[in-house]
């Protein structure tokens, strides 16, 4: 028989024909009623479901009373026999989705398709009825997908699954039962069937870590067929790989073989998702990443777009944690620059910038320079941000990067580009003293001709900052009052501010600054005249002020040494009392990472490779949590809180880990408890600590949790005195006792009587770097000779064989606790040696810089040299006593 | 994170003006028509210049992964969210293109496409089912899309015979007719 062919014999045979021209749906529906006539021309009405079709697909909407009349009419459609007229049928109900009271009038015929001798209609009734349908609908039905999922015809056990995972987000329970079924289906010799039962069985076991584990391992053994059901199996794999390397630490990978092994399949796509999954291993080894690495960068020659994409996407990456793997691909990354396709070359880009050495920066530069122009602004910030990485990293070769950075500010750009810009080069003059000259200069360029207000402003301000301390501070003088004459009124009064900045701070400018701030005066906007008149009268342009008070400078242009989040979060707090507000108690803990990442697009960026920000530290919501506890609120400020610590396996009854808050006088460890046994009730939950190896702590109070819930994590705290102020530390065994009441699972109500249990514990160490605090310094090196070599201590140590120099720099830094500063805690590629260097504050306030000079040999023997500056002798010490027990 | 199973977020076939031939969403981050039309434009616009006629090409934007292939007059287009496998979407991408290679019997552009548009809508449900992957075989997926008799199964040579006979016919009586 013909297949319907959709044809209006009409005679227009012109260039615009098309089959739907002039249609109205006012016309089509009612065309419509042909539904309704008693002998049904299957074609006529497959005709107007495609039209009905084609209406929706342009967009177009029905009326609630309009989808109702259509939808009666189609449901006529199941008196013919026509199967081509079935299938447009099956579509248009999908299409318009009835509400439940329509569903009934034809869930019968459904019913009647589902058991039909055809497959055909057996499979699309299964998929319709299974859309619309609601729970209790889904009971009557439930018998015939159970049967279908094992259906010797795929199509039907397909249709039967496929169904299955979407109705798990509605009837859970439901298609819980059906497990029996899936599993048989998984042994389908169909490929899409296996691949969607996998799926499936995989939705309804995935809050059960044992049964997925003893899934993926049973099928990794090889009854896998299909590709996609591969892709699946490496992804539930790297899964279970993740879940259970939290609680091993022998370092080990189960199933990596597995996943190695599927670098050699024939498909594609099971290579790049097996690759990827390696890739993503946290804490990947560079023997685990070597075989991978190297059946991407076979693909990154391939002739297909979409491979090259997949393996260079990857790659990019791999780079930002592990360049040093990736600076075998440099070369074929290299002829991927000129890529037809934008995106394969942004990411070629940016993977080169991460991983390229110091030599390769200027031919990279010009290449990159001719391919800048063709592309898109988002692309454009990712290469920006890549080559302030690349600048911090080579100190040395900032001429040339700078300049790359103010030719293409030059060039046209939206805001957001050039905002990038402009932050890269703050950053740059910042962290490089030599670039500074050039970056202001460069700056001082932009400002004249620019059409972003908030830019003008940004760079004044760092203007004023700067532009004082270079050694011809005059020069910069011209630019900033050019733009008192030609700009806005918030441009003017910034610019106000900078200048007055120049004079306070540069006494032979004083006069000539006087006299262009008395300019200001007569400005037609307000603030630019109170800005110029309040400077001019707290510099003394009168002489009545000679020598510059100090108060007074600082309260004009000292900067604010908190972090702004800390102080908002203060303010927030405080409430109106005598008392008046005071900075110094504001927490000076920096919340996420140094500066140079912070300027990271935040918002959510096009992916390339722009690292995730950082988790903000949850130190607000302790410090509100403590302070809500009137026995810990003698304590003081709270000082440092750490990360916590597991003190249990992974899938245990109870799931306990700890958070150590550090105080001058005191330590309290705070207990996070979970309780993953739904039929138990805890009840006065509370730890008991054991300090007998830690002798100058001293157990003042504890505050046990009253009821522990299922599923619902509880606190309970317990306080230690210890030395005001000094670094004590020590080991603690811990031992969790509770009265255990049990739950009827159907009521979820707990019985009268309960039994009292304890749970072993793991032990919880404080060390010294718990009263470290990471706060980084923006010039290390003028904080470094602004402290003094009065209470230097230099020492060196041996750290023997280590797997490369980088993780020899990440195991101190973690040891000592403190914040990399400048970007010294990333290693260049192949270097032999390496200086890092670190800031804090330790307990008691005292300030803490740190210089690490690394060196590594031929059997990877890293030694290393310790030089402590800080201001306190007996600190100093302690640090390297740190180093040297750790 | 990944998705626990690949997942195609639309399905789009658009004409060389960018204007809709069929197009099927099955994800919600295009809440609206307008959104769905903005996103439509976009990729369009974005992928228009490019030669994705031998190979299929492939873009990211807006955190979405796009693959696309070009015949004639139209352009079709396969999105996923960017942690997918592009494989796979490439897969989906070549299973559509080549199905309706077959069901137009080679003459794909946007006329027959239209005239044939029950064909591709039904070729589109066999694919994609809310999301989730139903077949990338694209003999498969045209066997289920034009044969009456259907068991899945049959091989597709014999269909196309016996449905170029049909049409055949039909066109012949057609003929006589007028």
């Given at each position: ?5 959709v044809?209006?014999?009409d ?5 615009e024909?098309?089959?739907f021209?002039?249609?109205e ?29 084609y209406l ?16 009666f ?49 057996r ?7 299974c ?18 999922i ?5 199509v039907?056990?397909?249709a ?47 809050s ?6 003893k ?6 053994k ?56 390696i ?35 990857t ?15 440099n ?38 320079s ?25 100190p ?6 700078m ?7 030059r ?20 962290d ?78 004083k ?49 604010l ?8 979060a ?15 108690a ?7 990472q ?37 026995e ?5 400020q ?6 916590p ?14 958070v ?20 138990q009730?805890l009840?006065?939950?509370v ?5 007998s ?8 109070t ?15 705290f317990?306080?230690?005195k210890?030395p ?19 739950v ?35 010039n290390f090196?003028?904080a ?42 990333v ?20 300030k ?31 640090i ?7 | ?24 969403y099955y ?34 934007f ?39 290679g ?20 039904l ?7 809310g999301?989730?992957?139903?077949e ?7 066997g289920k ?10 091989s ?7 449905q ?15």
């Amino acid at each position: 028989m013909a297949q319907p062919l959709v044809k209006k014999d009409d005679d227009q045979e012109d260039e615009e024909y098309s089959p739907f021209l002039g249609i109205e749906k006012g016309a089509v529906l009612q065309e419509a009623r042909v539904f309704n006539d008693p002998q049904l021309d299957a074609r006529r009405c497959s005709q107007v479901i495609t039209k009905l079709l084609y209406l929706l697909n342009q967009g177009e909407t029905f009326t609630k009373v309009e989808a109702t009349e259509v939808f009666f009419a189609v449901t006529k459609l199941f008196q013919s026999k026509d199967t081509g007229l079935r299938r447009m049928v099956y579509l248009m109900i999908k299409e318009i989705s009835p509400s439940a009271d329509e569903v009934i009038i034809v869930t019968s015929s459904l019913m009647k398709d589902m058991n039909s001798k055809t497959d055909m209609y057996r499979a699309n009734a299964i998929r319709v009825l299974c859309r619309i349908t609601d729970g209790t609908l889904l009971t009557q039905i439930e018998r015939y997908l159970k049967q279908a999922i094992v259906d010797k015809n795929p199509v039907v056990a397909s249709a039967a699954l496929v169904s299955g995972i979407h109705l798990l987000q509605t009837n859970p329970e439901i298609v819980k039962r059906w497990t029996n079924e899936v599993q048989e289906a998984i042994q389908s010799r169909a490929a899409l069937v296996q691949f969607h039962a996998l799926a499936l069985l995989h939705q309804i076991r995935q809050s059960d870590r044992l049964a997925v584990s003893k899934l993926v391992t049973s099928l990794t053994k090889g009854s896998v067929r299909s590709p996609l059901a591969q892709c699946l199996l490496i992804r539930y794999t790297s899964q279970v790989i993740r879940d259970s390397s939290m609680n091993s630490q022998t370092g080990e990978r189960p199933l990596s073989d597995y996943l190695e092994a599927c670098l050699r399949h024939k498909a594609d796509m099971v290579i790049v998702e097996a690759a990827r999954a390696i890739t993503e291993f946290s804490g990947v080894t560079s023997r685990e990443l070597t075989p991978a690495i190297t059946v991407l960068q076979l693909f990154l020659s391939s002739s297909k777009p979409v491979l090259r994409f997949a393996a260079v996407r990857t790659l990019n990456k791999v780079a930002m944690t592990h360049p040093l793997a990736v600076t075998n691909c440099n070369i074929d990354m290299e002829s991927l620059i000129s890529d037809q396709n934008r995106s394969i070359a942004t990411l070629a880009i940016t993977t080169l910038l991460k991983t390229g050495n110091e030599s390769s920066v200027d031919r990279l530069m010009k290449q990159i320079s001719n391919f800048m122009s063709d592309i898109a602004d988002e692309f454009k910030i990712v290469v920006v941000d890549a080559i302030r990485s690349l600048c911090l990293k080579f100190p040395l070769k900032h001429r040339s990067l700078m300049n790359f950075l103010s030719n293409i500010l030059r060039e046209e750009g939206g805001f957001e580009y050039k905002k990038a810009i402009i932050d890269s080069i703050v950053i740059l003059i910042r962290d490089i003293p030599e670039a500074k000259e050039t970056g202001l200069f460069q700056l001082c360029e932009f400002i004249e001709d620019c059409e972003f207000t908030y830019l003008s402003t940004q760079v004044l301000h760092f203007l004023g900052n700067e532009g004082p301390k270079t050694s011809d501070p005059s020069k910069y003088i011209r630019y900033i009052y050019n733009r008192v004459i030609l700009e806005n009124a918030t441009v003017r009064a910034a610019a106000v501010s900078t200048l007055a900045k120049f004079g306070s701070i540069v006494e032979s400018l004083k006069p000539r600054i006087f006299v262009l701030l008395r300019r200001c005066l007569f400005d037609s906007d307000d603030e630019v005249r109170d800005r110029a008149t309040l400077y001019l009268n707290t510099l003394g342009w009168d002489g009545s002020v000679g020598e510059i008070d100090k108060g007074v400078k600082e309260f004009l242009f000292g900067a604010l040494d908190v972090p702004l989040v800390n102080l908002e979060a203060s303010l927030r707090s405080y409430e109106p009392s005598e008392e008046p507000f005071d900075l110094s108690a504001v927490p000076k803990e920096v919340k996420s990472q140094p500066l140079t990442e912070k300027k990271a697009p935040s918002k959510k960026p096009p992916s390339f490779g722009v690292s995730a920000n950082g988790p903000t530290s949850p130190i607000d919501a302790y410090e509100k949590l403590l302070s809500s506890i009137p026995e810990f609120s003698s304590f003081g400020q709270l000082f440092k809180s750490s990360a916590p610590v597991e003190l249990t396996e992974a899938e245990t009854e109870y799931a306990v880990n700890v958070v150590k808050h550090i105080f001058s006088g005191h330590i309290v460890f705070q207990y996070n408890c979970t309780n993953t046994i739904p039929e138990q009730l805890l009840e006065n939950v509370v730890v008991i600590v054991d300090a007998s190896d830690a002798e100058e702590f001293a157990e003042v109070t504890s505050k046990p949790l009253k009821t522990l819930p299922y599923d619902s994590p509880g606190q309970t705290f317990v306080a230690f005195k210890k030395p005001d102020g000094l670094p004590s530390t020590g080991r603690f065994s811990n031992l969790l006792k509770f009265i255990v009441k049990e739950v009827d699972p159907a009521t979820g109500e707990a019985e009268e009587e309960g039994v009292e249990d304890e749970y072993q514990l793991e032990d919880l160490e404080v060390v010294a770097a718990d009263y470290m605090l990471r706060v980084s310094v923006l010039n290390f090196k003028n904080a470094w000779e602004s402290m003094g070599p009065d209470y230097e201590r230099i020492d060196e140590y041996g750290l023997g064989v280590r797997e490369s120099l980088a993780e020899a720099v990440t195991a101190v830094i973690n040891i000592l606790g403190m914040q990399p500063c400048e970007g010294t805690d990333v290693v260049p590629n192949n270097a032999r040696s390496h200086t890092c260097l670190l800031s804090g504050v330790f307990i008691g306030n005292v300030k803490v810089l740190v210089r690490l000079s690394f060196g590594i040999d031929g059997p990877k023997q890293v030694a290393m040299k310790l030089a402590v500056r800080s201001e306190d002798e007996a600190i100093s010490d302690a640090i390297h006593e740190i180093v040297a027990n750790g | 994170m990944q998705e626990p199973y690949p997942s195609v977020k639309n399905i789009l076939l658009l004409d060389s003006e960018g204007k809709r031939v069929a197009v099927k969403y099955y994800a919600d981050d295009w809440p609206t028509q307008a959104a769905k039309l903005a996103f439509e434009k976009s990729v369009f616009t974005k992928t228009q210049k490019t030669n994705a006629r031998t190979e299929a090409e492939i873009a990211m934007f807006d955190g979405y992964i796009v693959v696309y292939k070009f015949i004639q007059d139209l352009h079709f287009f396969v999105t996923g969210g960017d942690n997918e496998n592009e494989l796979i979407l490439a897969t989906v991408l070549q299973g559509f293109f080549d199905a309706v290679g077959l069901i137009l019997r080679n003459n794909v552009d946007k006329r027959t496409a239209l005239e044939n548009l029950d064909l591709i809508l039904l070729c589109l449900d066999e694919i994609i089912d809310g999301g989730i992957i139903l077949e990338t075989e694209a003999s498969v997926i045209a066997g289920k899309t034009t044969s009456d008799s259907l068991d899945g199964m049959s091989s597709l040579s014999e269909q196309t015979i016996s449905q170029a006979l049909a049409t055949a016919r039909e066109h012949l009586a057609r003929s006589l007719l007028k």
